[in-house]
């Protein structure tokens, strides 16, 4: 069973499917530890709920942002984390985070990406007029939200939507596709060769020699 570390600013919904997916035994994988750079943020009620420790960490108590990852990888190695998730946590990760995790740092992102980067991703598919929005899993690079696209779930944009309304239908998507990339993370079935993530066992072609 994988130990997961989840970097969450706010809310908390996409930590909460996730906790609650390995509580329903649907994930091989226990939340290990939650960090917060917000003290505010509901999900560290969610955390402390379910009895995961949740640990804040301060972006301003640090002079860098390399020194202020290299708290938080310090939290994540003392609780033996083996993937981290990010579940709406709002800052660019830098090498320091990343380089202690090579393509072990996953994202959720409310579009399909490439499409609609960045923040407030369902108001620009509803303003650029797309019929068509949904969610992302990736790999997260240096970049904002441009890593290897792991699972991506289409959602309709419908007459009448707004950015409340789409958004919601959109989350729901967010909470079944994130655990579901985990699992198959878990069982060893992703593989990242360049920009393509390929699925393990999924298909019938015999499985290309890549690393
Ligand atoms: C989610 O919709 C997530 O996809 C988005 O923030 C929300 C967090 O909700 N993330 C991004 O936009 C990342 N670029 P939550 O705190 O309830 O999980």
Not at 156 to 170: C, K, Q, T, W, Y
Request: proline share 6%; glycine share 8%.
């Amino acid at each position: 069973m994988i130990a997961l570390g989840v970097l969450a600013s706010g809310r908390g919904s996409n930590l909460q499917a996730i906790i609650d997916a390995c509580e329903a035994g649907r994930l091989d994988a226990r939340p290990a530890v939650v960090i917060s750079d917000n003290p505010r943020a509901q999900a560290l009620e969610r955390a402390a709920r379910h009895g995961v420790p949740a640990v804040v960490v301060e972006r301003r108590a640090s002079k860098s942002r390399d020194d202020y990852e290299r708290v938080i990888v310090a939290s994540l190695r003392e609780h033996a984390v083996d993937l981290v998730c990010l579940a709406g946590y709002r800052r660019l990760v830098g090498r320091v985070l990343l380089d202690a995790f090579p393509w072990r740092v996953m994202n959720i992102h409310p579009a399909l990406l490439p499409s609609f980067p960045g923040l407030e991703a369902q108001r620009q598919a509803l303003e650029y007029g797309v019929k068509v929005a949904g969610c992302t899993v990736h790999f997260v690079d240096e970049g904002a939200d441009s890593g290897p696209v792991i699972l991506q779930k289409p959602v309709p944009v419908l007459e009448g939507d707004d950015v409340e309304s789409l958004s919601e239908r959109i989350l729901e998507q967010e909470h079944q596709v994130y655990p579901e990339a985990i699992a198959l993370y878990a069982a060893g079935r992703l593989k990242v060769a360049g920009r393509r993530v390929h699925i393990l066992g999924e298909g019938k072609e015999p499985w290309p020699d890549v690393h």
